[in-house]
């Protein structure tokens, strides 16, 4: 269900201006989480899709909330790495429209399980003043932002305009030359600082105090000591049993899964 938010967000203040009206579907509890924005090209490279998945997901392990604008590539990859229950989808269409289509399914997942805000009423389709729109509340709502690659004069680098008025610590993953050239010439202008580590990425914005995710309670981990059947696992964690495969920690055999 569509509704009118009727409270402020703090964050947006870093804004020009806050916004008259903001709607929404699904928990509007993450709002109160620390959040971390992750922005980047619709045709991301295998490297980038890789590490933005990665990066998404290890600071969702860490109880950090990421914003992204729903859009195809670097955004539904982002979207998808923190899991559909710690992620914020800010959209530059009314709410219901589920734009872009191809991201539909998606879309209808953070409904249910996280959180989809916008600024425009019903029926308001998306436009190029909607997208900057959009990416202004996105690097608004959170503490920095990431931008995995991008294109010179592309929409993400509006996103860091927005960045640097606010304020904001930018951080890009390092690409070769001639690839990402906006996020490489953020590095030379010493304007981004590049991710090289993530796990050290992640140890200095949440503390060597709460650092090592690996070693705390795993609900996921916990439950297949047990070797449950795979389907019952893929049913229970549909977002995550691929990703803990992918990372070595199961190992599925003969139907069952195991605790590698």
């Known amino acids: 269900m569509i509704t009118q938010l009727d ?22 509890e993450l709002l109160k989480r620390r959040k971390i924005s992750i922005v980047g090209t619709r045709r991301p490279s295998s490297y980038t899709k890789e590490f933005t998945y990665k990066l998404a997901s290890k600071l969702s392990q860490n109880d950090i ?21 710690n992620t914020i989808a800010v959209v530059a269409n009314g709410l219901d429209i589920r734009y872009p289509l191809v991201n539909k399914n998606q879309i209808i997942e953070i409904e249910k399980n996280g959180l989809i805000i916008s600024n425009f009423k019903e029926g308001e389709k998306a436009r190029k003043y909607t997208f900057v729109l959009r990416n202004e509340i996105v690097v608004a709502l959170g503490e920095k932002l990431i931008v995995c690659e991008a294109d010179l004069n592309s929409g993400s680098m509006t996103s860091v305009e927005f960045a640097l008025k606010q304020n904001k610590e930018i951080f890009v993953l390092p690409h070769r030359i001639n690839e990402s050239l906006a996020t490489n010439e953020l590095i030379k202008k010493g304007l981004a600082k590049a991710i090289y580590d993530i796990d050290e990425f992640i140890e200095d914005i949440v ?33 995550k049993i691929l990703e803990y495969e992918l990372d070595g920690k199961i190992a599925i055999k003969d139907g069952k899964v195991f605790v590698v």
């Open 7 to 28: 409270f402020k967000i703090s964050e947006l203040n870093a804004m020009k201006k806050y916004p008259q009206e903001l709607y929404f579907i699904g928990n509007s």
């Open 65 to 85: 909330c990421i914003v992204s604008g729903a859009a195809m590539g670097v955004d539904s990859i982002a979207h998808s790495g923190a899991g559909v229950k």
């Open 207 to 239: 503390g060597v105090g709460l650092f090592g995710f690996q070693n705390s309670f795993d609900e996921i981990l916990e439950y297949c000591k047990s070797n449950p059947i795979y389907d019952e696992v893929l049913l229970k964690y549909p977002d």
